[in-house]
């Protein structure tokens, strides 16, 4: 059974993250540990991330660096950033309630995205060296993840929230 | 030690500055993706054993094997608190942290406790005592490198020292290819071979263990015995308790270290680490002390017990080999130095800089501030290092005691104590380093750990309770911990294999789903 969360009907669309997997699908990764809980519903949200594509390069001993990329994504609701894989996207058109609100601005995002990049470089590659960044794309994108309600026989329930683009999953 | 010997290390520093040339200039990782998951290409138990091996430092090598070769058995105390330190570590705080980290959006470690502590002076004391006591750490590692540098070259000790020295700036200013999954993975190889076959030729050696102890016993028997060489720690229970405590828990104040609970993906990952982590310190921590006391046998006349582990490769490896393992063991103790060193760097600018002097900094000035702060603590502890070198055993035993005692009821109680509040913990931090550092220069009754841990403790949940009317700990943190803590209906498997990055995009869809 696949619903959605807001009970308004109002539509818009959105730059989502291309989500490679179906609500089955979704299911089916997480059935081995749910144990004798079982799906009952499942429900689709987007999560606004601000994107950023970097190119960079760092001066080493032996010279410049080849050309580098970084892809970060940043969470618009809680400032959070991180690296992220490349992706597709698309145009969708879904219901509003199901879209979570940002809040944080595309600015500060960026400004989040540029600060991770640095830091990231200069601790993985341990070296004390700014990185010399170029900004290739960076927007805002939606991206998909699917809302598993899991109910036992003694009507104990939780919810599993699944990455519909690589299957990670959490619970809520 | 004879030319081969330097010609093989040579040798090895082209084959890994060949690889680290590749892999920045033509192939491996071209994203940082790549970098930052090396893991995801070359597996976890290489991960793990990457990890280990990198950890593995200038202290293991010479100060393990000095506190060997000086006191005997009793030394293994400190090797079995390091051998379960890493689950511990993982236990205790571990996941939650990695969830609590993540909900409070914390990059490093000292600002997770400014978070969990609200207070500007949380992070001032926290960030001011790691950066002072670190340096200590990573003065032992210049004192390592330089010994190693001057066996191996036969350079006079100071010029060896400045040449160690110079290397482990450089490397930290502007190297960076080094550190990239491959050649962390053959360092991690050619130590792993070469610390067996150091083990493996000194045990032929000596005859076997129990050929070894019989003959340490006719030496001196008490080196045999649970009190230490002479007796000298005889019915002292708490110096005991304090030799195990000191890595069992007390890497749990080392900044580095709780960084890297904030980077593990998942409580699976965590478990298994765990696993990996305690098979390999079952050899490896163990090893280098167990050189040590057969080195007694060996090197009856050692002039400086420091150099156990180094001249015991001297004398029973093929130089050529000899030259590898010291170059992989030269390499240990810079991956550590720099490791340090830009902890200290990150702490200093993004923490106290940053934060404090001027907020509005950019990564070009950050990076400036780490760098003279770096350079700082490479000419003061080249100095100290060469007009008054203290004991590497000593130096490590010393700052570990104070950053455990100053930190580990923080950090424990950030995750398991709601009540415990931001003047419970900066009395706690202040107090237990104070009480460590005093107990280690006035020689007093109890060992620095233990009289730091009992401070700290005592004050954290003295001053917390005492003050949470006038300084409680906000809702939102109460709400953060609750959902790291967090178990209800959910099966354990279920628990155990969920990400954490997701926690903060779970949280916010919680919220939007009670709404």
């Known amino acids: ?172 | 030690m004879g030319s081969t010997v330097l010609i093989f290390l040579v040798f090895y520093y082209v084959v890994v500055v060949t690889i680290g040339f590749w892999a920045v200039k033509k192939g491996g990782a071209k994203d940082l993706e790549g970098y930052l998951l090396g893991g995801r290409q070359v597996g976890p138990l290489v991960t793990a054993m990457t990890l280990q091996s990198t950890s593995m430092s200038g202290y293991m090598f010479l100060g393990g094997g000095s506190a060997g070769f000086t006191t005997g058995y009793w030394s293994i105390f400190y090797a079995s608190g390091d051998i379960g330190g890493g689950v511990v570590n993982l236990s205790v705080i571990g996941r939650r942290m990695r969830k609590l980290s993540k909900l409070l959006g914390s990059l490093t470690s000292i600002e997770y406790l400014e978070h969990r502590y609200p207070h500007p002076a949380t992070r001032m004391i926290a960030g001011g005592l790691s950066v002072f006591f670190l340096f200590f750490y990573v003065l032992a590692q210049f004192i390592a490198g330089g010994k190693g540098m001057a066996l191996v070259t036969g350079l006079p000790y100071w010029a060896a020292l400045a040449f160690a020295v110079g290397i482990i700036m450089i490397y930290t200013f502007l190297g960076g290819y080094f550190a990239v999954a491959y050649t962390d993975f053959f360092q991690s190889l050619v130590m792993l071979v070469g610390m067996v076959w150091i083990f493996a030729a000194t045990l032929n050696a000596v005859g076997g263990f129990t050929a070894a102890n019989i003959a340490i016993g006719q030496i001196d028997p008490t080196y045999l015995s649970i009190w230490g060489k002479g007796l000298a720690h005889k019915g002292a229970w708490p110096d005991i308790l304090g030799a195990v405590l000191i890595f069992s828990v007390g890497y749990m104040g080392w900044p580095h270290v709780v960084t890297r609970h904030m980077a593990m993906k998942s409580p699976k990952t965590a478990r298994m680490a765990g696993v990996y982590s305690t098979i390999w310190n079952l050899f490896f921590v163990t090893a280098p002390y167990m050189l040590g006391i057969f080195a007694i046998i060996l090197l009856p006349n050692l002039a400086d017990p420091e150099m156990a582990i180094f001249t015991l490769a001297g004398e029973l490896l093929p130089s050529a080999v000899t030259g590898i393992v010291m170059a992989a063991i030269m390499a240990a103790i810079m991956s550590t130095a720099d490791s340090i060193l830009l902890q200290v760097g990150t702490i200093a600018s993004r923490d106290l800089y940053q934060r404090f002097i001027h907020p509005k900094a950019n990564d070009k000035e950050m990076v400036l501030v780490s760098r003279i702060l770096i350079l700082a603590i490479g000419v003061i502890g080249f100095i100290v290092a060469v007009v008054a070198p203290p004991g590497i055993f000593a130096i490590v035993i010393f700052t570990t005691s104070v950053l455990g005692s100053a930190f580990l009821p923080a950090y424990v109680c950030a995750v398991w104590w709601k009540k415990a509040n931001t003047p419970g913990a900066i009395a706690s931090m202040v107090g237990g380093a104070l009480v460590a550092y005093l107990s280690e220069i006035t020689g007093f009754i109890l060992p620095p750990m233990v009289a730091g841990l009992v401070a700290s403790w005592i004050l954290m949940i003295f001053v917390s309770l005492a003050t949470q009317k006038s300084s409680p700990v906000p809702e939102y943190i109460h709400k953060a911990m609750d959902l790291t803590a967090e178990v209800g209906p959910i099966p354990k498997g279920m628990l155990t294999s969920a990400e954490f990055d997701l926690s903060p995009e779970a949280m916010a869809v919680k919220r939007k789903l009670d709404k």
């Open chain 1, 1 to 172: 059974m696949v619903d959605t969360i807001s009970t308004t009907a109002k539509k818009m669309v959105i730059n989502s993250i291309k989500g490679s997997l179906s609500s089955n699908e979704a299911v089916s990764i997480v059935q081995p540990f749910i144990e004798n809980y079982i799906p009952k519903s499942q429900k689709i949200v987007f999560y606004p991330y601000y994107w950023v594509f970097f190119h960079y390069t760092v001066n080493t001993i032996i010279g410049k660096s080849r050309i580098m990329e970084a892809s970060c994504f940043v969470d618009m609701i809680n400032n959070i950033a991180s690296t992220t894989d490349r992706f597709e996207k698309e145009n969708i058109e879904v219901v509003s309630g199901n879209i979570l609100t940002a809040s944080i601005s595309e600015e500060e995002a960026f400004k989040s995205a540029r600060t991770y990049l640095t830091h990231a470089s200069i601790l993985k590659r341990k070296a004390l060296m700014v990185p010399k960044v170029q900004v290739i794309e960076r927007e805002l994108v939606y991206k998909p993840f699917w809302i598993i309600k899991c109910t036992n026989r003694t009507r104990e329930n939780f919810n599993i929230m699944v990455d519909a683009v690589t299957g990670k999953y959490q619970t809520l």
